[in-house]
């Protein structure tokens, strides 16, 4: 709508005509919510404002037209159409009035000269033929004649743009019908996504399916992590984009879609969400944008679905139910439980105090032991492992042998015996730890 302190709209006329109908517009969320950068149905929650260069829009006219709403298309297809006839009509009337066809015969009968336009009276007439003109209708009532050159032509000038208008107006409708986020509308994601353990690690998963059976070539699904952060310098940095790394044994984004499957991504230390736990989950000012892209099989399109979930749409401690089945030879996929969770067993604290829970500090005995992150610690040879309490400890998952020992072993045991034969006796022996693996900065 016009703006009421002016003729143009406060965001200006092209591009506020060119926001999507579908998305919640600026301001009008319900209180509390968090305002979204991806709407749930992969539109644009973002206005444009105070655009200075108008004509950049003018410039690519097919585009702008194929990006209005479908009510602004189609009154810029009728007006153009309209006015073009009513254009052309008013040069016919014009020349026949010039020419004297509009004048009554004579009072003696004679006959009249040859018009230019046979059957043209009046303004309507001319109306007429010109519709005639450019839609290449042609009842035979009215033509044009030889008598005037300049209606010639106008003839020609009127085909050739009644042509050009033809094109321009036929593709930004077949564009409008033919767009590839039309194939996006039976790309459904999970309203909710969930946390939970996935191989004893915290996983970020959600889940999406294609209701077609037309298959999307060379899928790939991209994540993408959208939050406010601070520099070093005290920069604030409102929209900062942090990819997620997707599970794939293929070590790529790709995946084959022939049935819904549950996207996971494993929450490590270089993910942005390692510091994420189920009490700071609510007040994370954050959102994870999803971004499928494909082609479509029939039509060989490049087209793009993409969602997105905020903090309160991300559920811990659940996951998917199975909805595929295989029944007489064949799988079957029940849509009515895709977006159904069921809650596990997991722990609150975030992927990093997880990690430091399993690293933790170990004093005793005068000697001061740290597991940092993942490494292991080796007592000289003996392939001791310590846990924080001090005392030996069986190698978990997170766990790897030591170098040159594919079973964690040591590399000599002939001088086992003799360590625990030392602790046996109560013998206080200073041993020297090694530290192996990668190593976190202590916090």
Known sequence: MLARKGLLPSGFLLTRLAESSRGPRPGQRAPGQRARFITKTGSCNVAHKNIREQGRFLQDVFTTMVDLKWQYSLLIFTSSFLWSWMLFAMVWWLLAFAHGDLQPPGPHGDPPAVP???????????????????????FGGRMVTEECPLAIMVLIVQNILGLIINAVMLGCVFMK??????????????????????????TFMFRVGDLRKSMIISATVQLQVIRKTVTAEGEVIPVCQLDIQVENPLHSNGIFLVSPLVISHTIGRGSPLYDLSAHSLANEDLEVIVILEGVVETTGITMQARSSYTPDEILWGRRFVSILTEEDGRYSVDY?????????????????????????????????????????????????????????REPSLYDSPAPGSWDGQSEKGEEEPAVVGAERKGQKKKVQLEVIGPRDEEE
Do not use: Y
């Not at 336009?117 to 290449?136: G, R």
């Open 177 to 202: 019908t033919a767009q590839a986020n039309r194939r996006a509308e039976t790309l459904i994601f999970s309203r909710n996504a969930v946390i939970s353990l996935r191989n004893g690690r915290p």
């Open 116 to 138: 230019c336009v046979t059957q043209i009276h009046s303004f309507t007439s001319a109306f007429l033929f010109s519709i005639e003109v450019q839609v290449t209708i042609g």
């Open 336 to 392: 009515s439980k895709f977006g159904n969770t069921a809650p596990v067993r997991m722990s609150s604290l975030s992927a990093r105090q997880l990690d430091a829970a399993r690293g933790g500090r170990e004093e005793g005995g005068g000697a001061e032991t740290q597991l940092q992150g993942w490494g292991l610690v080796r007592a000289g040879r003996g392939g001791f492992r310590r846990g924080a309490g001090g005392g030996v």
